[in-house]
Nanobody
Framework: QVQLVESGGGSVQAGGSLTLSCEVS????????MAWFRQAPGKEREAVAA?????????YYADSVKGRFTISRDNDKHSLTLQMNTLLPEDTAMYYC???????????????????WGQGTQVTVS
């Protein structure tokens, strides 16, 4: 059973940086899609970034974070990272790590593409 545990959240001033990590326990070899989502108070959960890792690696970003955030995955596939730079107050949210355990091609920035979720880590930008 795949489990995801996020870490690295915290409070930072606008313009600062944070690095989020997601540790994967269980079999990670078939997790071809992984992603970060976020949910701000009173808002729906939204995609931040996703990565497809099968022979070639492809990354996908929400327009709001392009050029500021970078998603990456360790070679052993057991760790997912989100490097967040030039943070803005509107980046304040609970950030969730997500993974897809099933095979198939799916839209990478859609919540329903993922069936494994972490508990989240809070990011606050002031």
């Amino acid at each position: 059973q795949v489990q995801l545990v996020e870490s690295g959240g915290g409070s930072v001033q606008a313009g600062g940086s944070l690095t989020l990590s997601c540790e994967v326990s269980g079999s990670a070899d078939n997790l071809r899609y992984m992603a970060w989502f976020r949910q701000a108070p009173g808002k729906e959960r939204e995609a931040v970034a996703a990565i497809y890792d099968r022979i070639v690696t492809k990354t996908y970003y929400a327009d709001s974070v392009k050029g500021r955030f970078t998603i990456s995955r360790d070679n052993d596939k057991h760790s997912l990272t989100l490097q967040m730079n030039t943070l803005l107050p509107e980046d304040t949210a609970m950030y969730y790590c997500a993974a897809r355990s099933q095979l198939g091609v799916v839209p990478p920035l859609v919540e329903t593409s993922y069936d494994r979720w972490g508990q989240g880590t809070q990011v606050t930008v002031s």
